[in-house]
T-cell receptor, first 115, second 111 residues
Framework: DAGVIQSPRHEVTEMGQEVTLRCKPISGHNSLFWYRQTMMRGLELLIYFNNNVPIDDSGMPEDRFSAKMPNASFSTLKIQPSEPRDSAVYFCASSLQAGVSYEQYFGPGTRLTVT | SQQGEEDPQALSIQEGENATMNCSYK?????LQWYRQNSGRGLVHLIL?????REKHSGRLRVTLDTSKKSSSLLITASRAADTASYFCATFQGGSEKLVFGKGTKLTVNP
């Protein structure tokens, strides 16, 4: 298995532009998680899906952020409009199920820089 | 909000030495997980210890859990330069499905 795939690996954009991050979870995994990592705040859970359904989006910082999972093999995280404070590394992770017994498998991340 | 807090924030040792990292958490847990993150990469799951376990081994890794003190430790024995990475503990908040990570310990193993 190729593991969790994220694209792009690096994104540089100007303030105000729309940014779309993509994720392909491991085949057969039913849960998908989006995290953001910064030096100041560490690793934060933004949103997670079970069986393509968003379960908890309380970590999404504001309405500029949205996430979708149209099918079991694809998810997007969109920021519109982007701001410099959104600069961070965004990780997608998947697991067999959400819940206390399951480890999460992380993708390589997308490093976003908003100028 | 942060559930786990690692200590120390940074650790530098020589190859062959043992490295010990600690994690403290706040609420009751079902299990505690340790992850490793190499520079510029995603996190990799290392080991999971359940709340009814006190110690667990995996290769050169030894994890302990003390639920009375709400703390865990990760010991890496006979460290190698390739162990250089950041190490994170993670727990689930209460009964939720949300895994919460600490800020990590940055380990440097000098050859």
């Amino acid at each position: 298995d190729a593991g969790v795939i994220q694209s792009p690996r690096h994104e540089v954009t100007e303030m105000g532009q729309e940014v779309t991050l993509r994720c392909k979870p491991i085949s057969g995994h039913n849960s998908l998680f989006w995290y953001r990592q910064t030096m100041m705040r560490g690793l934060e859970l933004l949103i997670y899906f079970n069986n393509n359904v968003p379960i908890d989006d309380s970590g999404m910082p504001e309405d500029r952020f949205s996430a979708k999972m149209p099918n079991a093999s694809f998810s997007t995280l969109k920021i519109q409009p982007s701001e410099p404070r959104d600069s961070a590394v965004y990780f997608c992770a998947s697991s067999l199920q959400a819940g206390v017994s399951y480890e999460q498998y992380f993708g390589p991340g997308t490093r976003l820089t908003v100028t | 909000s942060q559930q786990g807090e690692e200590d120390p924030q940074a650790l530098s040792i020589q190859e062959g030495e043992n490295a010990t990292m600690n994690c403290s958490y706040k609420t009751s847990i079902n299990n505690l997980q340790w992850y490793r993150q190499n520079s510029g990469r995603g996190l990799v799951h290392l080991i999971l210890i359940r709340s009814n376990e006190r110690e667990k081994h995996s290769g050169r890794l030894r994890v302990t859990l003390d639920t009375s003190k709400k703390s865990s430790s990760l010991l890496i024995t006979a460290s190698r330069a390739a162990d250089t990475a950041s190490y994170f503990c993670a727990t689930f908040q209460g009964g939720s499905e949300k895994l919460v990570f600490g800020k990590g310990t940055k380990l440097t193993v000098n050859p």
